[in-house]
């Protein structure tokens, strides 16, 4: 079996059993709770899992680890249970982060299914409920992603006491701490640029959708889980840094990519309404590039159209201008610098020899986004 | 200096340590990232640090502890920062909790000062950014709330790395897990309670309104704080179970006082509106109880009040009901029966004596809400 297959395949059944085990402990407070729990196993059923893989071939990196064969055993190695934790936890915080990122974007759907808080808001408006549906269903999900915050950290925890040794543990839950840290803030950061009025200066505003680039999403979905899988198996300094020194720039190519989807990616693909970025008012580095373009009288109505509530027609109109402005190029150009630059610097790292090859093959899936 | 006193000084320090470790750590995210931590920092401040008590408090039933020599030490004991750094970590979820709790609840004011999602839309309004201040407010409160989940995580890795033994590390850790989830999941009932049209049938209802109560307020505000501090100090299982014996009723009693304080509270000491908890139709077991001695048409015009906008009027006259119901003498009663079983629990429990004496104390305090 291909091995991404496999491991989507035991992360799901982790899941599962750790959700199992979560309502059975928490049955005292009786059947209404377990709601939260049936939106938890919903959202978590499928999903692509990318930190996941991430985290395995960090560990994979440092110590020889064979999924199938471990998978098959009775009871699971250490080294399995460490690595398959880890990726279980990342993919719970991600969840949580996801359902958190959805009231705050407005979104109603996510993977081309109600987001969470439209799940519950629709449980209140079919069971004919007194109050506000909609704030219901905020409420609920700000409950459901701070419970699967904390279940994330119990799955992190489990996978540290099954670390290679407790120094390894110690810098492994070190990565994840200034993960956590690092996403909700550079997520702020994100919310606060889409309140600004205008646009900074060129250079000014690159720096700051490039800042939340690399917060948000370059390292909190690549470099992060390569790290934490590797520190987990043990990994040395120089290990570390080979994993970000791989990481980060597939993770600044896996999110460019995502900035070029979410201006010109097909809705059935991407599961979010056409151009949703652009009727969001992302200042995303494609968009900055775009702008920077432009003559100054196209540029204000270009301003003047982002973020506002967009049909059909005006998206294709700004699509095309940003076709036009050669910003797609340029950023098409830094996705392939990026992915070079990464695929670099794994000749002669420090890296596991199949590890380094699936790592290879990943980035290229990651530039693509083909998940 | 008194100690409890003398621990609310202790927690504040180490708290602005935290979060000025946290701003240094986090810098690279720029200065508009800081507005998180700058509102961390005024929500934590002050406070009545309850949950910090009863930790350290559960902590020195098991071992002996003089946080006043500690304190004053160059290089702090492992106890001590066990203990203390408990302590924090029990604040800052709170403090995650109730920032959230507050979106939930759309309460403005918190403590007689603006809420987190209200700071947030404050500087959104005085900002003159665009967009929706209101919603911006809500999304920053809710990352706020995320990180500072995190955060108190990391004060209890720190806590658990100095627990008298990995075995109590293990124990400590299984209680704060467990809190986490009962306090999500018992907030989840309290709001799906607020929704429902109708009371339920009477002893239906007043199980519903106990479990709340018991999961959401009582096991969180006390009976876990005990636990995780006990467990850390190395607690055996008798001293665990003398700990849920005391916190438990102690946990119960205060939130029943916080009930009476809901609906008859002094705005002034409970910085919050009167009776709020009217106001927000909350269908707690003192209005359960009032509910039940009312004759039917009675009945019918207090449930149609109940989570109205109320004027002051108003609000006096469902007072006056509740009160002529004669459920505030049976609230008292059951404060009152609560208290006794716990202090009777403390006779002969495997607690050592300058704690249990504290304890007693600090039980008197819980159920006056004397902090």
Tied chains: 1, 2.
């Excluded at 377990?34 to 939106?39: F, H, N, R, T, V």
């Excluded at 590890?355 to 980035?363: G, I, K, M, P, R």
Aim: glycine share 8%.
């Amino acid at each position: 079996m291909e091995e991404t297959t496999l491991l989507a395949g035991l992360v799901q059944e982790r899941i599962n059993d750790v959700l199992a085990q979560h309502r059975e402990e928490l049955a005292g407070l009786g059947s209404d709770a377990e709601a939260l729990i049936d939106e938890a196993e919903r959202f978590l059923s499928g999903g692509k899992r990318f930190r996941a893989q991430f985290a395995v071939l960090g560990f994979r990196s440092v110590r020889g680890l064979d999924l199938e064969v471990d998978a098959g055993r009775g009871e699971p190695t250490r080294d399995f249970t460490a690595a398959l934790d880890a990726a279980c936890a990342l993919e719970l915080f991600h969840a949580a982060a996801l359902i958190h990122d959805d009231i705050i974007d407005r979104s109603d759907t996510r993977r081309g299914r109600p987001a969470s808080h439209r799940v519950f808001a629709g449980a209140h408006s079919s069971g004919g409920w007194s109050g506000d549906a909609e704030h219901f269903g905020v409420s609920g999900a700000i409950l459901l992603g701070d419970v699967l915050q904390s279940w994330a950290d119990e799955l992190m925890q489990s996978a540290c006491a099954s670390a290679s040794s407790p120094a390894a543990a110690e810098r492994a839950r070190a990565h994840f701490n200034r993960m956590r840290s690092e996403v909700a803030l550079g997520q702020y950061l994100d919310v606060l640029e889409e309140q600004q009025p205008t646009f900074a200066e060129h250079d000014l505003q690159l720096e700051r959708s490039t800042r939340i680039l690399v917060y948000k999403s370059a390292k909190y979905s690549v470099e992060a889980p390569l790290l934490i899988g590797a520190s987990l198996a043990g990994a040395d300094e120089a290990q570390e840094q080979a994993m970000s020194e791989f990481g980060l720039p597939i993770g600044v190519a896996f999110q460019l990519r995502d900035d070029q989807l979410g201006v010109f990616g097909d809705a059935e693909v991407t599961g979010k309404p056409a151009g949703d970025d652009l009727i969001e008012g992302k200042r995303t580095v494609l968009v900055t590039l775009a702008r920077e373009n432009l003559p100054a009288t196209q540029r204000r109505i270009f301003d003047g159209m982002l973020g506002e509530q967009l049909d059909a027609g005006q998206v294709e109109m700004l699509q095309r201008t940003i076709r036009e402005s050669g910003a797609v190029e340029r950023v098409e150009e830094m996705i392939t610098r990026n992915v070079e630059r990464a695929l670099a610097s794994l000749a002669g790292a420090p890296v596991r020899h199949d590890a380094s090859e699936a790592l290879a093959q990943l980035a290229d899936r990651a530039a693509r986004r083909d998940f």
